[in-house]
């Protein structure tokens, strides 16, 4: 097993735990919370670990590869870099880290319209590789010109979101005043002194701000009046009166995030989406909700062969991703992860997080006598 890692960091929550002490509380519970009790944040991980595969030992063995083709494009692996809002918050510069360690593993990274790095920045990271996530704008001309612009910075994949019609109830971000508006309390600055790499990479690239939308702010919005803003521009629930546009107008894969139904999964494949992602947004907005393993298997099994499945939403290693990929998924993506990793490791973070999650599945494969990703679910214990 060749360890092109830190090996001072081996998993995950090692990433997570030294994460905990480089960046200050609020920016940790923000990116660390589920919402309200986080029974959905713990069920995605634990149940997800329920999956059991089975080796077959004797079997002839060729070789394992990661390599994956996804919309007609060949990966380097199985999964990819979810959009993650307001990246800035947690390491300074983070999206830029993520695009480009993203890149030069040849895996998918995916940028929220709301984090700090701009469409077209993420284009130039990637050679126009990177996939861009939209929250649905309330005004047409607004929606049109966000797409022109992903459209003009080449982006081969847009991302529409159905699971936020309304902001999820996270407890800790209320009590941080990280809810919109947000607001710097003396609370807060006191955690950013305690925290020197954090502050001065901050000082250094100075206050993150929401990049791609900044062109349609204000100049000079406070906190209070950058809350009522994000509340007038985006409307979160989404419906085919607002997807069908879209469709006409993107030439590209277009790819529904957030499916947890059937039903939605059906719709989706009504209205001419290429993929979905089944995702619970990391438990962050129903916390009574399922554990995304659970419709997963249901619905790559019904509509695996009309639509490209993917999942995420509580895979925290090389053989959670094997679990979910034997359970039916095509191509898997974290949010977290990645981000444990930059917060923790700075700008060496993404590729240490990569690097991981690609030995570990290779390691995986490998026992399991798995040579394309494809063959997961052929080990799946039914
Ligand atoms: C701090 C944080 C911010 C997020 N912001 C967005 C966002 O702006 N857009 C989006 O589509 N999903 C967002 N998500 C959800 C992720 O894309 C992804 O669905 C989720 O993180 C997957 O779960 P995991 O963190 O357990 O891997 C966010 C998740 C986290 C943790």
Same mark, same amino acid.
């Given at each position: ?40 944040? $713990? ?25 994956? !083709? ?6 380097? /692996? ?18 830029? $880290?993520?695009?480009? /360690? ?71 971000? $209320? ?16 955690? /950013? ?21 900044? &062109?349609?702010? &204000? ?73 995304? $393993? !659970? ?26 991703? /094997? ?60």
């Amino acid at each position: 097993m060749a360890i092109k890692f830190d090996t001072r960091y081996p998993s995950i929550d090692d990433l997570r735990t030294r994460a905990q002490k480089k960046i200050p509380k609020f920016a940790f519970e923000y990116l660390d919370g589920g919402c309200n009790e986080d029974v959905n944040l $713990i069920r995605n991980t634990s149940e997800l670990r329920d999956v059991q595969l089975k080796p077959n030992y004797l079997r002839a063995h060729h070789g394992s590869t990661l390599k994956t !083709k996804l919309f007609g494009v060949e990966y380097d /692996a199985p999964f990819g870099i979810a959009p993650v809002g307001l990246q800035g918050l947690m390491w300074p510069n983070a999206p830029e $880290i993520l695009a480009k /360690a993203a890149f030069e593993h040849n895996i998918p990274f995916i940028l929220s319209t709301v984090t700090t790095t701009s469409i077209e920045r993420a284009s130039e990271l990637t050679e126009g590789k990177a996939w861009f996530q939209l929250y649905h704008p309330t005004e047409n001309s607004l929606r049109d010109d966000i797409l022109k612009r992903a459209e003009a910075a080449e982006c081969p994949v847009l991302v529409i979101l159905c699971d936020v019609p309304t902001f999820g109830f996270r407890p800790r971000d $209320i009590r941080n005043g990280l809810a919109m508006p947000p607001k710097m309390n003396i609370s807060n600055i006191l955690q /950013a002194f305690g925290r020197p790499d954090w502050a001065l990479q901050t000082l250094k690239y100075g206050q993150p701000n929401f990049a791609t939308l900044k &062109p349609y702010m &204000p100049k000079g919005l406070d906190l209070k009046q950058l809350g009522k803003f994000m509340d007038q521009t985006f409307s979160g629930r989404l419906n085919e009166e607002k997807i069908k546009p879209i469709r006409d107008m993107w030439k590209g894969k277009l790819v529904l995030k957030g499916v947890a139904s059937e039903y939605d999964a059906e719709e989706a494949i009504r209205l001419g989406i290429d993929g979905i992602i089944v995702s619970n947004h990391g438990g962050r907005q129903l916390d009574a909700g399922e554990s995304t $393993i !659970k419709p997963l298997t249901t619905i790559a099994e019904k509509y695996g062969d009309q639509i490209e499945v993917m999942m995420d939403s509580g895979i925290r290693s090389g053989p959670d991703v /094997a679990r979910a990929m034997a359970s039916g998924a095509k191509f898997t993506f974290m949010g977290r992860s990645f981000m444990y990793g930059v917060s923790a490791l700075g700008k060496k973070g993404g590729d240490h997080t990569i690097s991981l999650l690609k030995t570990e599945l290779q390691q995986v494969m490998e026992q399991l006598c798995c040579e394309k990703t494809t063959d997961f679910p052929y080990h799946l214990v039914r």
